[in-house]
């Protein structure tokens, strides 16, 4: 139904309104403020009354309150309110915590709008002003259209920040670097949800500007008391674009005393959303030196900037993902699953870059061979579970004796062989002592004691590994005919 403004005070613009919002008493709240701003003020509850309202009678102004309205419910409505006005002057009063509205209601056509909450006396000066000053000819050209060339700059800079986007923070750290280049940003940060928390990936600004000093909060992100405020908390933790044009409007005294104190005077919560359903992956926050009022084309870019720092985040994620994937493949190609010791194929290429680094530096090399005796008894008579206690036994007990450089490979069965840089033969005669002394004290379960039996080989000037395993698995042999439990020394 529609309710007339009871009071009106002297005009100096005629100038109808009709004010839209579904709550009654944020009707009658306007009324009583701003009744006497215009000629004639009309009120409706929804769309549909407000366009049987319009077909009787045309307003200069519509004014949408978008608080408690819902983006899934009444976007379709009132947008169709702003295609019908046809560029004629429409002003959308948007609550700070739901700023995704903006981009939404420009795509039906042009529109002003300011920035909630607003007191009484702070709603009637800005109607004033915006009467006094008259509302822009749609199509014309405005001072934040014009910025449209520094904000391509920022799309570029901002793309260039992918070649880093292997590693999320320095990602991070140049997008904030290339964020803050805009004209009017004096602070960038990244936040990013990891291990279940909220956390500070990056932020760039001006010398002095911190921000977890700003907040005064050292404890977790997500239970911060100024969660409900600060756009950039706010945009990670609820998934909304968040604009909040005076620091006052958050309703934290103290925290926007802090944010005026270093020249902030408004900040916008980004979140970036992840892939997939769930909540956004983090935010971005910006925080300018002065309230700007944004075009419906820099909204879509600061969207598009949000995109950009989610495809960056998740490039860094899969590049981590591969190299995890790596890492394990390798390890699965290279290491005997049962000793997890280096398997065959990988020792005789390890065994083949030793040798030309021997070559290379003039340094000895030895190669031990060694093999447990009677093995297959052990399986007889234990089974092979037992069996397999024993060549873990065995493997942790020699890998646990060898230097860092020397190399415990799993040529095969119960055959073993120990790379030895920097090793003449001798000396690898005294490790191999070593090593079969170890053996034969150390207690196996379910099986009690096993012995080895080794040969030593120290690479000859012009000899190739084939033929120098070759050589060893001959003094291996020699050792096993000697009587077991014994060390043989290949001679050159």
Not at 2 to 11: I, L, N, S, W
Request: proline share 5%; charged share 25%; with cysteine.
């Amino acid at each position: 139904m529609q309710e007339e403004g009871a009071r009106r005070d002297p005009v100096e613009i005629d100038y109808s309104c009709l004010f839209v919002n579904p709550v009654g008493q944020r009707r009658a709240d306007f009324q009583s403020a701003c009744a006497g701003v215009f000629s004639q003020l009309r009120v409706a509850s929804g769309a549909d009354q407000a366009r049987g309202l319009l077909a009787r009678e045309p307003a200069d102004l519509l004014i949408l309150d978008l608080e408690r309205c819902e983006l899934g419910i009444d976007l379709g409505p009132l947008g169709a309110l702003v295609a019908e006005r046809e560029g004629k002057p429409t002003l959308v009063l948007c609550p700070f915590t739901n700023a995704r509205w903006l981009p939404a209601l420009m795509a039906f056509g042009p529109i002003d709008y300011a920035i909630g909450p607003l007191r009484e006396q702070q709603t009637r000066a800005l109607l004033d002003a915006r009467l006094r000053a008259g509302f822009p000819t749609p199509g014309a050209p405005s001072p934040v259209e014009e910025e449209l060339r520094a904000l391509l700059a920022l799309r570029a800079a901002s793309q260039q920040t992918l070649i880093d986007a292997d590693d999320s923070v320095r990602f991070a750290e140049r997008l904030c670097a290339a964020v803050s280049g805009w004209p009017g940003v004096v602070h960038a940060a990244l936040f990013q949800h990891r291990d279940g928390d909220l956390h500070l990936e990056a932020e760039q600004g001006v010398a002095g500007l911190h921000l977890m000093a700003l907040l005064q909060y050292e404890g977790r992100l997500l239970q911060s008391p100024l969660r409900h405020a600060f756009p950039g908390l706010l945009a990670a933790a609820t998934g909304e674009f968040t604009l909040l044009d005076a620091p006052e409007k958050a309703g934290e005294p103290e925290l926007a005393a802090s944010l005026e104190g270093v020249g902030v005077r408004m900040v916008v919560g980004l979140p970036i959303p992840a892939q997939g359903p769930g909540g956004p992956r983090g935010s971005l926050c910006l925080m300018f030196d002065h309230a700007r009022t944004f075009s419906r084309a820099q909204l879509q870019a600061l969207d598009d900037l949000a995109h950009l720092a989610a495809y960056g985040l998740r490039m860094a994620e899969v590049t981590r993902e591969n190299e995890a994937l790596l890492a394990r493949v390798t390890h699965l190609a290279t290491t005997d699953a049962l000793t997890e010791v280096a398997n065959r194929r990988h020792g005789e290429h390890l065994l083949e870059q030793e040798i030309k680094r021997a070559r290379r530096y003039r340094l000895p090399l030895a190669l031990v061979a060694f093999d447990i005796d009677r093995f297959s008894q052990v399986n007889d008579s234990f089974g092979h579970p037992v069996g397999d206690i024993v060549l873990r036994t065995v493997a942790e007990t020699v890998r646990a004796l060898l230097r860092s450089s020397d190399v415990l490979v799993r040529s095969g069965g119960e055959q073993f062989q120990v790379i030895a840089p920097h090793t003449c033969a001798i000396d690898g005669l005294k490790m191999a002592e070593k090593l079969r002394a170890a053996i034969e004290q150390v207690e196996i379960p379910g099986c009690d004691h096993v012995t080895i039996s080794l040969g030593v080989a120290q690479l000859g000037e012009s000899e190739s590994g084939d033929s120098l395993a070759v050589r060893v698995n001959a003094v291996l042999g020699r050792a096993k005919r000697a009587g077991r439990n014994c060390v043989e020394l290949a001679m050159s």
